[in-house]
């Protein structure tokens, strides 16, 4: 048993905002929250000064295994993962081979299961191979502890497919996250279309090429009804869209980037690659866009899109080099920069990082809160603690952020897993 004392808890699911107690049981269940609890012969953490949110939960990250491991594997994801605040995070199944399988579901869920850091919900592929073509075996993939479907990375170009797909995945009450390009438009784009592509001599990205087919997928949660998630949202126009729909009572939701909100396409004119991502830096009326979408709920969550990649992916030219940032260990830090600049409250950022996130997985009652009987996933934050992120602030295998050099404020101090402490700083 554990007893965590003088913690200010922050758990939107519950209702809570003050300095409490966290008793934990011999389970690694959340037993008790509250004040003056008396906790026998348990191990006592102070946590005076501290603030004690739930389990970090991501939606979107890449692990890079099966196949690409020299990047990224399960095991370092999930050190990054913890070491960020977050407990449960979901993979994207564009690995080698795609997760497109009972077998790969499998072999992801197994590898994270006997670490034992934190949950690993594996999305496997809308469909077979990524191709666009035919739908995967979903219920195959769910059995094996799929929690939804996505070919981040490549949209579903054929609208039938994807029809089918939201109906199918309906029937087990999977998430369908999906990756908005129009294949298209922009083709061969490696940054934002606009004054800065210009003056940096790179092929442009226009901003229709994701608003094109979030216009469509809504279309197909209002013919289907069936929810649909947004990946990376990252332009004004797709914002304006979603409120839209969430208005008309549509199914749907969004997540953001961090990079999305602090980072605009004037950064392009340095070449510097870890500003290279898909979808790419916006101009800054759309960074302002995803910031009110976020402000005013239209943008549910955030999501960090971690994508690692080795160095020598990144030390090309700009044309040549892979899209993609890390994000799992700067997430929490960046975004409560947030809350000092009174856009969130500190409860409004926990929604949008653990609370909401787990409520759109739907299916696990036991992450995203510290009610009593829920796992014991929950991170000790120290909210004046500053950083510099530099190549030793990692614990991924990678180091390609946008955000090196920088200054960070708020920082994790422990992450407990199931009750059990699996990062102290």
């Not at 830090?333 to 009174?342: A, D, G, S, Y």
Request: hydrophobic share 40%; charged share 20%; with cysteine.
């Amino acid at each position: 048993m554990k007893l965590i004392r003088n913690a200010h808890v922050v758990d939107p699911a519950t209702d809570t905002d003050g300095v409490k107690d966290i008793l934990i049981d011999r389970n690694g269940l959340i037993a008790e929250v509250g004040s003056g609890l008396s906790g026998g012969e348990a191990e006592v953490i102070d946590a005076s000064g501290l603030h004690a949110f739930p389990g970090l939960v991501d939606l979107h990250v890449h692990l890079r295994d099966p196949g690409q491991e020299w990047k990224e594997d399960i095991h370092t994801g999930c050190d990054a993962a913890v070491k960020g605040g977050f407990t449960t995070i979901c993979c994207m199944p564009n690995t080698t081979p795609v997760n497109d399988s009972k077998t790969t579901t499998g072999y992801m869920v197994e590898k994270a299961r006997a670490y034992g850091k934190c949950s690993v919900l594996p999305f496997g592929t809308i469909t077979l191979g990524m191709k666009g073509e035919t739908i995967a075996p979903m219920a195959e993939m769910m059995e094996a502890g799929a929690i939804g479907f996505s070919e981040d990375g490549r949209n579903v170009d054929n609208s039938e497919v994807m029809r089918i797909a939201l109906e199918y995945a309906s029937m087990f009450g999977a998430l369908i996250a999906v990756h908005n390009e129009d294949p298209y438009v922009g083709r061969g784009g490696v940054v934002h279309e606009g004054v800065y592509s210009s003056k940096a001599g790179l092929k442009g990205i226009p901003d229709i090429k994701e608003s094109l087919m979030v216009a469509r997928d809504i279309e197909l949660a209002y013919y289907t009804g069936c929810p649909v998630h947004f990946c990376h949202i990252s332009t004004r126009r797709s914002v304006e869209l979603i409120r839209n729909a969430k208005a008309q009572g549509l199914p749907v939701t969004a997540e953001v980037a961090p990079h999305h909100l602090f980072l605009n396409d004037s950064l392009i004119t340095t070449y510097d690659t870890n500003y290279k991502m898909n979808p790419p830096l916006r101009s800054e009326d759309d960074r302002l866009a995803c910031l009110e979408g976020l402000a005013d709920g239209t943008i549910d969550v955030i999501a960090t899109d971690h994508a690692p990649h080795a160095i020598t992916d990144k030390e090309k030219d700009f044309d040549h080099a892979a899209f993609g940032v890390i994000g799992l260990e700067t997430a929490l830090p960046l975004t409560l920069h947030l809350v000092r600049e009174n856009v969130l409250s500190l409860r409004q950022l926990i929604e949008r990082l653990s609370t909401t996130p787990a409520r759109i997985l739907g299916r696990n009652t036991q992450i995203g809160t510290l009610a009593p009987g829920a796992r014991a996933d929950l991170v000790l934050v120290d909210l004046e603690r500053k950083d510099i992120v530099g190549d030793d602030f990692f614990a991924s295998k990678s180091h390609n952020s946008p955000f090196l050099g920088q200054q960070v404020q708020g920082l994790p101090v422990s992450t407990y897993y199931g009750g059990t402490c699996v990062y102290k700083a």
